[in-house]
């Protein structure tokens, strides 16, 4: 059964780049699944479909991060990572990696109920 692992840095500094990479065991990223995705939850808050990145490598982000959201992956690791640049105090989340397989449309890989697969979330917190 396929696993995700987030891994990064729990501190990050106001202003820098938050980084974050996902492993994968179990399933292959460019075969098991259609979309994976970085999915946050800030205190006291819901769920926040960050971006995902599609099978084949197609990237498509939240209208709201796109202008400081990157992800990418390499597939001879079976990982995917999350770059968010410029980062406030109001980053400050859980975050996750997730995989699911339940369409193409944006409605439903942009709505994190539509994810099977999760990690454990790893705890980021920007503070100088």
């Known amino acids: 059964q396929v696993q995700l692992q987030e891994s990064g840095p729990g501190l990050v500094k106001p202003s820098q780049t938050l980084s974050l990479t996902c492993t994968v065991s179990?399933?292959?990223?460019?075969?098991?699944?259609?979309?994976w995705s970085w999915i946050r939850q800030p205190p006291r808050k819901g769920l926040e479909w960050m971006g995902v990145?599609?099978?084949?490598?197609?990237?498509y982000y939240s209208p709201s991060l796109k202008s400081r959201t990157s992800i990418s992956r390499d597939t001879s690791k079976n990982q995917f990572s999350l770059q968010l640049k410029s980062v406030t105090p109001e980053d400050t989340a859980v975050y996750y990696c997730?995989?699911?397989?339940?369409?193409?449309?944006?409605?439903?890989?942009?709505?994190?109920?539509?994810?099977?697969?999760w990690g454990q979330g790893t705890q980021v917190s920007v503070s100088s």
């Open positions: 997730a995989a699911g397989d339940d369409g193409e449309d944006r409605t439903v890989y942009s709505d994190p109920s539509s994810y099977d697969y």
């Open positions: 990145i599609a099978y084949d490598g197609s990237t």
């Open positions: 179990g399933g292959s990223i460019t075969t098991s699944y259609y979309a």
